[in-house]
DNA sequence: AATGAATGAGCGTTCATTCAT
DNA sequence: GATGAATGAACGCTCATTCAT
């Protein structure tokens, strides 16, 4: 409520920029490029001022998951939001998934290392708080859409088939692909020529075969996504 | 041809011997658990005997997700030759990659090892070479499946869409289900009760999405799984 | 021009001990004696510590041929004000050579070090600097003597012959000869009985040869020697 | 006596080819290039088998030595035989050693390596006593052309001066000058502007010191360097 | 709160040498 | 004599973390 002093932005700041730096290391020169006593030389403090901020390197890494995490939670809830009808909005969200990765392909990063090693083990429940807030989020903007959708009689959900399983679905799938571009240099070679439009068809076909109404045989798909585009990613 | 000495057959053992120990340590203590003098250690040899067998420790890891990759393959092979129609040999297709899942969780964790960092910086042509071979191998045989299909006019791809395009999707929807299954705790805190079979319902939707014949309302789908539960997997 | 602290003193005597304790194990056990874990065993610090001070081992061997070559051209520039003509003086710088050769026989070997292998290859440049600007404080010392010897037309150089040509011609035979002495034990086999006197010899012989006035036969070779010992190198 | 027969000539081949190889890697890379493992391989034997040859690494670096100074040792046999006077037999053998110094650099290093470290007490008595010989018999030619001139009243030493004292100085000078130009790169930034002919010259100066006729004002040294170059270097 | 020197366990790797076959 | 797998001590170096100032 109080306004921070001076002294206060300062640290808040500082904070900011070792994340910043951080995020450079891992980006160049991979995991093992990060490195403390690095951070504190490129942020002209010491290790001991880095300690201040982050008890470990592993809480930096998931303070960046989550600064990746939480501009992720924000582009989806503007892209709920989009104008039009539930088929419509649930396409605005996966085509922002779809745009964040092609945009920002190194923050997929960080939310891979969350899911390897002794991250968890070592960091402060606060940490951890944060990261399973931010995936309710996400989680919780998607499924309104579905819920939207059901309330408004485009979607009927089977039996035994909950809002979250949908999405869940979604979310793997998009995760899944994602995974698979980041890492397989041989996915042509494979056969698959053109992963990212094969991910969005299939995403597609799930959604129709929940006969969520219109199905994408029923409208204009393209001249949706340059509204998606121009309204919520901002693209020209 | 020629049968291998006794000293050989020490030496192959050896390095099975190794891997074992290898696989025990990440799996009980991630990545940064690996470590060449405990191995040695363990295997009661010396750390020169260890680098005799693999050159670096990245060798290692990559020989361990080689070992998960033949395993399913082999899995893969037999599951694609389940007695009955396409749809029923792609459904022991998945029913047996789920399978594995829920059998060798550990093993997922190596071949998510190789989509990471500075392995492939490291390790020599020809285990990459074994890496690209599985995939190659795991992807020919669904896409059989799917080729069979198409020819006994059990499905038909819409235009553009290649057997690999389709097997991309299940990839990835299977690997990313498995991915958040294995590494987030709050799952069912999100919504979703039940991932793995939320995932088997979604792999149904997509192939009867795809007019994939017979359709899953049109099959006991629950008898087929015991059948292959029982002539695949050898489950009682 | 601030004073140091008593931290920052600390750091420095412990770089001299550092030095100190390499110097020791190279003398007893040669180059490969030289580790960094006795070291910092033997200082009673960490081996992270020892690396604060040097980055390398090549930069302790660097370090130590500095110090040496620091030490003689302190004593260089000490006999080079020898009072007396300048075929005094460069007598002088000569009989400073040696006295330094056999009081600090060790010493040598740390500038036969800077001549192998790969120790150029991992220094920093600043090291390397340190060296160069070593060896030309040396070589511009005697040079002067030289000079001021054709100033005072004690000397009369042939065309074509620089000052730097003959300290060079002066600096390969002491060199020469310590480094066979250094290392030769059969020299009395061969011959030689004293080695030490012939190369005093060839030097006077040298100079003469050149018609640097007052020739070896024109003074008295031992009363100068004896006042160098006392004037210059402080011994009885 | 007896004829070797083709076994014992392969083993002797064997030993050539090691020292050949051995030769290589220290030149290109260094004495740390020098490796067992390696050697094994490239003479397709095994590393037993190499250790049946030479007991120990430091016996091959002295094996190598040897070569380097059997084979100056055959040079400088011939240059003594140069036809004339015993002043160009001296200068003879100073111009071989010069060539023998440009023309094989490297042969230089090992000869260097033998005064460092810690080579000589790995070794057998067996191979020290190769080197000595060796470096007796170079020191009994020169000091051969040295009594020649004397018997021959071209020359006559001081008292308390004997001939091998006299190579001691030429061999100082030139092993000194032979080891800075190897080693000192910034020779010219010191004002020797070219090492080899002052080393020549000093040489020179050296020899008419001690009145050795004639003196090298009085024979054309350029047409006695052509003729040693045809006669004794076969240089064209 | 900030500093940065000190720590020291840990790491991956090398390689001369041995010895059973 | 030949082999080459096995050895294991040694090595140089890193870096997250601590703590006295």
Redesign the pocket.
Known sequence: MSTPTPKQL??QN?ELKILEIAREHVVSEGY?G????RI?EEIK?????V??HFG???EIIIALAVQTMEKRAVLFQDAAQFKGGSRQRILAVGHANSYFFQKFPDHFRFEQMLRIDSIWE?TSAKRRMLVKSCEMKCMAVVAGVVRDAIATEDLVLPEGTSPEDLVFGLWSISLGAQTIMASSESLTDLGVKNPALALRFHIQKILDSFHWTPLSTEFDYDSIEDRIDREVLNLS
Chains 1, 2, 3, 4 share one sequence.
């Open positions: 300062q640290i500082r093992h990060l490195n403390m006593d504190a403090s010491s290790k001991g001022t300690y201040n470990c390197k592993e070592k």
